[in-house]
């Protein structure tokens, strides 16, 4: 198994909803690195997983539609409590049809899967990961 890994971050605010959110129930800030591995299980021709400035121009793409966003005021979240690991799988559902169609330097289909982290401090992080197929 073969992977590349490109990283960005983002920094949004946003809001919970429920008791077990503790003071994070309030508005509050938050700077997240969000990692994105892209999986095959052999390297294409070139010798590589994907392209990889394609890849992380994929995940700029995605993250510019979040970054310095209030996502309380995002309407696609609406009633949504944007929690680290929901906001794991949004950005990996976004990088999924990238991929799928062919935006990475390889045939979609040549890939496994991908898995998006994101570390919300140096002692926390969350991570979703599927198969693309």
């Known amino acids: 198994m073969f992977a590349v890994e490109v990283r960005d971050h983002i920094m949004i605010a946003h809001s919970f909803r429920g008791a077990v959110f503790g003071p994070a129930q309030a508005l509050h800030g938050a700077t997240f690195v969000v990692d994105a591995a892209f999986i095959a299980d052999e390297l294409d021709v070139n010798g590589i997983v994907v392209d990889i400035g394609q890849a992380h121009e994929a995940l700029k793409a995605v993250l510019s539609a979040l970054n310095y966003r209030n996502l309380d005021d995002v309407p696609a979240f ?46 926390a992080r969350a991570w979703y990961e599927a198969s693309l197929w």
Do not use: C, P, W
């Open 78 to 123: 609406k009633g949504q409590n944007t929690t680290t690991e929901f906001l794991t799988k949004h950005i990996y559902e976004r990088l999924a049809d990238a991929a799928r169609e062919g935006k990475l330097g390889r045939e979609g289909r040549e890939l496994k899967a991908i898995r998006v982290t994101i570390s919300e401090s140096h002692v």
